[in-house]
């Protein structure tokens, strides 16, 4: 029986930019739908089960910052942000309410499917119940818990919502305690090796990670910066 091809939503209003992606995937053996409105966009992404979603910033009806954050909640599939605009503001804000990267135009075509390729793969391991690959199923420090078996983390035995690229980078330090990672290793472990977008979606990450396990994310205590080569994790 073939594999079941993975389906892929694209949310753009610019309908030459939406078939120039939808060709190219196509190609590379993904099933494409285009949505131009933001509200039917939304609303085909939480009805269609979707491997990712490429969702561009600005579109009629709603916009991408908006759809992102309402659909995150409810979905937890890769989401590629789309923009044309320049303000770095733009693109932060997009990570921080939940976006796994993001993708400036103009752009290249085969990159965007390199990095759907990358993101898919990386969700896809993660996310694999019966993987031959054996991990520690629990990881304790006492005030910060984490099962990768299920897939949950607890900070003072309270859950914490994390999203999954949040989640393989708390398990990729707390796994390495006191191993420095440089931003360009985290890009390569997280977000796939050879693939390579914006180095600031790791800082993005990091700031949004110390935010949910940090007591003063302005000071943090466990996931530090070690000025001029990366962050090292200390229990």
Known sequence: MADKKHKILIIEDDN????????????NGFEVFIESDGIKGMERALSGDFSLILLDIMLPGKNGITICR?????????????????????????????????????????????????????????????SSIKHQEEIDFGWLKLNHKAHRAFLNNKEINLTNKEYELLHLFISNEETVFSKEQIYDRIWGEGVYGEIKTVTVHINRLREKIETNPANPMHIQTVWGAGYRFVS
């Open 16 to 27: 030459d930019i939406a078939e120039i992606e939808k060709d190219f995937l196509e190609m």
């Open 70 to 130: 309402d659909i995150r909640g409810k979905i937890d599939i890769p989401i590629l942000m789309v923009t044309s605009r320049i303000e770095d503001i733009d693109k932060v804000h997009g990570l921080e309410i939940g976006a796994d990267d993001y993708i400036t135009k103009p752009f290249s075509p085969t990159e965007v499917v390199a990095r759907v390729k990358s993101h898919i793969a990386r969700y896809n391991r993660l996310t694999q119940k019966n």
